[in-house]
């Protein structure tokens, strides 16, 4: 009876590490700006930066646009795990702490907060491996196709 029932409805598919890692090395502004995609344990992937001076502004500290790029690739990143290829419709960033040119790697960490058929709101957090708090962002989301499509 189960069967029956499932039969015709198509079965969700959920991108693997390697293709969301391969997805986002295809985006040309990390690959210039030497962010790493990285894979987590989860399955998923998160960014990674050491900051050096190609990566300052006149201060010696990470551009505050540097940041944005993570924290808004990380959220793709996120919604691209669920099967979302999504564009930013609206970004809030927050910046606590100046990541200095001699600040050990710091990371991302993306949360999705709102997983809509049309649109999709996440949150991210860049920190370092002691988890202080450098930057918080948030974005919404407007979700343009899969990256894989559905099995009937």
């Known amino acids: 009876m189960i069967k029956f029932l499932l039969e015709g409805v198509s079965r969700l598919r959920k991108p693997t590490q390697e293709q969301i890692i391969k997805f986002y090395h295809e985006n040309t502004v990390i690959d210039f700006l030497e962010i790493e995609v990285v894979p987590t344990p989860d ?12 990566h300052a502004n006149l201060y010696s500290m990470a551009h505050g646009g540097v940041l944005t790029i993570m924290a808004d690739t990380a959220m793709g990143a996120k919604c691209l795990a669920l099967n979302k290829k999504v564009v930013t419709i609206s970004l809030n960033i927050e910046f606590m702490h100046a990541v200095m040119t001699n600040t050990p790697r710091i990371f991302t960490d993306a949360t999705v907060l709102h997983d809509g058929r049309k649109t999709m709101v996440c949150e991210c957090r860049i920190i370092d ?3 202080k708090l450098y930057a ?4 919404t989301f407007f979700v343009v196709g899969k990256l894989l499509e559905e099995e009937q």
């Open 43 to 54: 399955g998923e992937a998160r960014l990674e930066l050491c900051a050096d001076s190609r």
């Open 129 to 131: 491996a002691k988890g």
């Open 136 to 139: 918080k962002a948030n974005a």
